[in-house]
């Protein structure tokens, strides 16, 4: 995959990093239908009173930047690949203590 990365940068498209672990908790990644910048994902496992996330292993992503979607095994936070890190999400991490991942 990184050969791949590497070749799409130079050629100067993006491309994701493929579907994130199953067990994905933390870090920078794409979601297909959020725009075209990452974003610092974490991952969010309860079920909000009035929503039905148990279908299809869907959870909760929130960003660092305020955003909140969902994935599930059919729409699946991709890595961050070549795309452009969101600037509002970087602020935040620039904040003491906080981990940076990249999957
Ligand atoms: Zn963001």
């Known amino acids: 995959m990184n050969e791949l990365l590497e070749k799409m940068a130079r050629l100067g498209g993006t491309v994701s990093g493929g579907p994130v672990e199953a067990e994905f908790t933390r870090?920078?990644?794409?979601?297909?239908?959020?725009?075209?910048l990452?974003?610092?994902?974490?991952?969010d496992r309860t079920i909000a009173a009035g929503h039905k996330l148990t279908?299809?292993?869907?959870?909760?992503?929130?960003?660092?930047c305020g955003l909140t979607t969902v994935a599930t095994t059919q729409v699946q936070l991709l890595g961050?690949?070549?795309y452009e890190y969101c600037k509002?999400?970087?602020r935040v991490l620039m904040k003491p203590n906080v981990a940076v991942e990249r999957p």
């Open 27 to 36: 870090g920078w990644g794409k979601h297909p239908f959020r725009g075209e």
């Open 88 to 90: 509002r999400c970087e």
């Open 38 to 43: 990452a974003h610092h994902w974490t991952a």
């Open 55 to 64: 279908t299809e292993g869907a959870y909760w992503l929130h960003s660092a």
């Open 80 to 82: 961050a690949g070549t």
